[in-house]
């Protein structure tokens, strides 16, 4: 049986684990400034299989709106800017046979809002995760408590010890999001 210290570890380690997942989507999303973040989720064909991006390439930031990769071999420079097309980020790669440079164009306002709506859309996913993980950890205390392992004030305490892990992970979701929203609608 499981003590309410294991349910608040083991909720408080799946509660950071969403947040890095977030912070991870939260990068690709992207905003007017070069960021390498955004080309993650591209996969590249070579050597007959899939590739992500970063492991076949060096990505650099060398100006704010600029985002330049460097393919470790030259013979894929091809399949890389194929896959950067097929991934539709909007971007155009400039191929001079070395390097593929990607200008990052000025966000529109309406494009600014679109990304927000779907930060936020994102940001209530994850919010909605982290109060799965407190249901599932609230339903482990109340069983521990009707199987008379734990009496009724500890199970009161473990529980608000969990409203507590929760509200402190759900503030976090809050600040990322709101940090990024304002990055986005920088112009």
């Known amino acids: 049986m499981e003590t309410i210290k294991e349910v608040w570890e083991k909720a408080n380690e799946r509660m950071q684990k969403v947040i890095e997942v977030t912070k991870k989507d939260f990068a690709t999303i992207r905003t007017g400034r070069a960021n390498p973040a955004i080309l993650d989720r591209v996969t590249v064909e070579c050597y ?20 330049m990769i460097q393919p470790w071999d030259k013979s894929i420079l091809a399949s890389v800017e194929r896959a950067i097309l097929k991934a539709d980020l909007g ?6 046979g070395n390097v593929l440079r990607l200008i990052i164009p ?4 309406e494009r600014r809002r679109e990304l927000v709506k779907v930060l936020k859309k994102d940001a209530e996913e994850k ?14 205390i109340k069983k521990l408590e009707k199987d008379s392992v734990i009496a009724e004030d500890d199970s009161k305490k473990g ?11 759900i503030a976090e979701i809050d600040r990322l999001t709101a940090s990024k929203e304002q990055e986005i609608m920088e112009v």
Request: no cysteine.
């Open 48 to 67: 007959g299989s899939m590739m992500p991006i970063n492991q076949v390439a060096n990505i650099s930031a060398p100006e704010p709106r600029m985002i």
């Open 91 to 96: 971007f155009n790669p400039t191929n001079d």
């Open 106 to 109: 000025q966000l529109t306002e």
């Open 127 to 140: 919010r909605i995760a982290i109060r799965n993980i407190r249901r599932d950890a609230n339903e482990n």
């Open 159 to 169: 529980l608000e010890d969990i409203q507590k892990l929760t509200d402190k992970y």
